[in-house]
């Protein structure tokens, strides 16, 4: 072989070990991690807010660069991704939710989450009914759905040619990331395991309060609470690295943010409850009954200690603090009767809890008249305020001087 033929192979051989951009291994770590981040990015703001929620706008130059990332990146179809997030709003955590762990159990939702989403991609009565309102233009049709899989192909000639033979490791973490973090951890633990800031009619939960790995969609239950908002974050320590990109690009004319999540205003106490206040109650819901909660939670934990000195049963503690304040219908038949005795054991509670449900009803009753309802709120706020608990009675006052 001649010299100038080894100098051919060396080169191929050098090639193949660093590519064209010979980096240091924690070089194309880092690089790695940045590409994955866009693409968290790229899901959160433009599929997930943008498309499936609505809740911003896209100025066409961010959301063609989201649209051709994505492409190349994970392949996915905007109209497929919006239809299948829809529905599981729309069918949460029921027979037709087409990835609760609720239903298909957590294990798989976990470590198949990516096969329930291609299952659910290929359901035309799914597309059709909640795949509306998604990008159509020749573009879309003629490449990124038409050639859907072409874009990551693309994506791995590019990271060989970068980085070499580890140009495969850096596509195989690419590929991966996606369905791991958004079909794996967030269709399944974001439903299973966490904290909940709101009783939203779901299990979803918040998996952590700093939204940054996952692009804040960490932030779950926040988000089936208020669907439509642009922001997820909702607490002073909650931190939504998604909203923080959204900013940004508000600032500079790329995004215009349609909803945030609303937030009570209280004025002066009102003499009596009225139409004002219902509206704000129902307005506010959510934050409301959370600072009830709070209320169920604070009473509870001097209730408890006085139970503790009566030698109550541990068990009966442990199931109280975990479920007093939660809707009836999310509490697991399991510690209904520890629940029981509890509030055999305690007025207080008994009648924080049953005054809870009061409350809740007043926004799931739909054949009652409007004034029929303040009629109704006037008198538990009169209940609350006579009960002889103190948190009743500043919860009613609060309440009284809620604004929409």
Not at 32 to 54: D, E, N
Not at 65 to 78: A, S
Not at 151 to 178: E, H, K, P, R
Request: aromatic share 10%.
């Amino acid at each position: 072989m001649q010299m100038t033929d080894w100098a051919i192979v060396n080169a191929a051989i050098e090639w193949f070990a660093h590519g064209m951009w010979d980096l240091a291994w924690w070089q194309i770590i880092a690089f790695t991690l940045v590409l994955t981040h866009i693409t968290m990015i790229s899901v959160t703001v433009f599929l997930h807010r943008h498309q499936a929620h609505r809740s911003l706008d896209l100025h066409p130059i961010a959301s063609h660069f989201f649209r051709f990332w994505l492409w190349l990146t994970t392949g996915q179809v905007t109209k497929e991704w919006a239809a299948i997030h829809r529905k599981h709003h729309a069918k949460c955590e029921q027979a037709e939710d087409p990835h609760s762990p609720h239903v298909h159990g957590i294990k798989k939702v976990l470590l198949q989450g990516a096969e329930l989403y291609r299952t659910e991609s290929k359901n035309q009565d799914t597309l059709a009914r909640f795949g509306h309102g998604t990008p159509n233009d020749w573009i879309e049709k003629n490449l990124y759905t038409r050639f859907s899989w072409q874009g990551v192909g693309l994506m791995l000639i590019i990271d060989l040619t970068l980085f070499g033979a580890a140009g495969l490791s850096v596509w195989a973490v690419q590929m991966a990331w996606t369905p791991i973090m958004a079909a794996g951890i967030i269709n399944g633990a974001a439903h299973y395991w966490g904290y909940r800031n709101f009783e939203a009619p779901d299990a979803s939960t918040n998996i952590s309060p700093w939204g940054i790995l996952i692009a804040g969609e960490e932030l779950h239950n926040n988000h089936h609470t208020y669907p439509t908002s642009a922001k997820l974050s909702v607490k002073p320590y909650e931190f939504d690295i998604g909203w923080m990109y959204i900013s940004l690009m508000q600032m500079v004319g790329l995004a215009t943010v349609k909803k945030t999540p609303p937030k009570a205003a209280f004025g002066s106490i009102r003499r009596v409850a009225d139409e004002k206040t219902l509206e704000a109650l129902i307005a506010n819901r959510y934050e409301i009954m959370a600072t009830y909660a709070k209320g169920v939670r604070e009473a509870a934990h001097t209730e408890f200690e006085a139970m503790k000195l009566r030698s109550a049963d541990a068990a009966v503690i442990k199931a109280a603090k975990r479920w007093m304040h939660r809707d009836t219908e999310k509490v697991p038949a399991t510690v209904v009767a520890y629940l029981a005795k509890a509030r055999a054991a305690s007025p207080v509670l008994d009648k924080m809890v049953t005054m809870r449900e009061e409350l809740r009803q007043m926004w799931l009753n739909t054949s009652v008249s409007r004034e029929q309802l303040a009629h109704e709120l006037q008198a538990w706020c009169h209940r609350a305020e006579e009960s002889g608990i103190s948190a009743l009675r500043d919860f009613s006052l609060r309440l009284r001087a809620a604004r929409v």
